[in-house]
């Protein structure tokens, strides 16, 4: 097991599986703090995964693909607003439709556009190039998670710190705040609740949809079906576990990224199939009862 966690190609591994993780809990974060309750995040990760192999196929560029990917994300994003925004209808109901939505979509544009089922593979599906970075790609231990990955893990690294900032000290992004905690005061300010909650969920279905391209056109160069595999719903408890805080955020993603490579390494081990596929949700589950734990002991030391 040492010998696995020890070995570079695994560090190197860590950022392919942290970056659709970690896109998806920002843009969930977006919501948790526009007072959004949103738990479509699988639907809209699957939905950019084949947008993106949808545009990258038919553009031949990966930034196309990636750019189709965010649009398909953004529109999936005014449904969800549609329904649970403007209608009023239930945010699980609406979550539960989206993610039914989004599986079903995308099994049918599969058959009636490339005419397979199961899994659509093609050398014309233009994939990101690993970028190298001179001056860091010869550091040990961060050279390989820094260096040679693809665009998408890049902008995720750099949107932490953006939205941290943003939601601190922009207009926009205080007013996001504003409408999950206080929104009768962002209405006595002349500004609509709702309309803040709709930015937020296009801004959300955009960031889900880059995680969406991440897993198809950057860790793999193909579209198959439920390829999101609950990658969506460890974002959505990454987002509960740090109340859409994007740096406990992104350590709590890093943290499920590194289970979900682990996971796929110890299959050599000989370990069943089945352990290995739930070790990330294992995980998952050991974070939310210790950190609920913490939080609980926490609160009555307080009280005393």
């Known amino acids: 097991m040492f010998e696995l966690i020890a070995d570079p190609s695994f560090a190197a591994s860590i950022p392919r599986f942290v970056t659709p993780i970690l896109l998806a809990a920002l843009g969930g974060a977006l919501c948790e703090r526009a007072g959004v309750f949103n738990i479509a995040l699988e639907g809209f990760l699957l939905v950019g995964a084949f947008a993106a192999v ?3 196929y038919f553009s031949g560029t990966p ?13 999936l994003g ?9 209608r009023g209808g239930d945010s699980i109901v609406v979550s539960i439709a989206i993610n039914l939505l989004a599986a079903g979509l995308t099994t049918f544009f599969l058959r009636a556009i490339f005419d397979v089922t199961g899994a659509f593979s093609d050398p014309a599906i233009a994939g990101f190039a690993p970028i190298r970075l001179p001056f860091i790609e010869d550091v040990p231990l961060l050279g390989p998670i820094l260096s040679g990955q693809a665009l998408p893990f890049y902008l995720a690294l750099l949107s932490v710190p953006f939205l941290h900032v943003f939601l601190a000290r922009h207009r926009l992004g205080l007013r996001i705040r504003a409408a999950g905690e206080n929104p009768q005061a962002l209405r006595a300010g002349g500004v609509s609740p709702k309309r ?9 279905g955009a960031l889900c949809g880059l995680g969406g391209a991440q897993l198809s056109i950057a860790n793999v160069n ?11 719903w460890i974002a959505v408890v990454a987002v509960l576990l740090t109340r859409g805080r994007p740096w406990p955020l992104f350590f709590i993603a ?9 996971s796929f390494r110890v299959q050599g081990l000989g370990l069943a199939q089945q352990f290995t596929d ?4 294992l995980a998952t589950l050991i974070v939310l009862v210790a950190l609920s734990w913490w939080r609980a002991r926490r609160a009555k030391g307080d009280a005393s």
Do not use: H
Not at 65 to 70: H, V
Not at 196 to 204: D, Y
Not at 222 to 232: C, I, K, P, Q, Y
């Open 54 to 56: 949808l545009g990258a």
């Open 63 to 75: 930034y196309i693909g990636a750019l189709t990917a965010m649009v398909a994300g953004m529109a």
């Open 78 to 86: 005014v449904v969800f607003a549609e329904f649970n925004v403007r």
């Open 196 to 204: 803040v909650q709709l930015l937020a969920l296009i801004a959300c």
């Open 222 to 232: 193909l579209f198959v079906e439920n390829m999101s595999a609950g990658r969506g």
């Open 254 to 262: 890093l943290l499920f990224g590194a289970v979900d490579s682990l």
């Open 278 to 281: 739930m070790m990330p949700y």
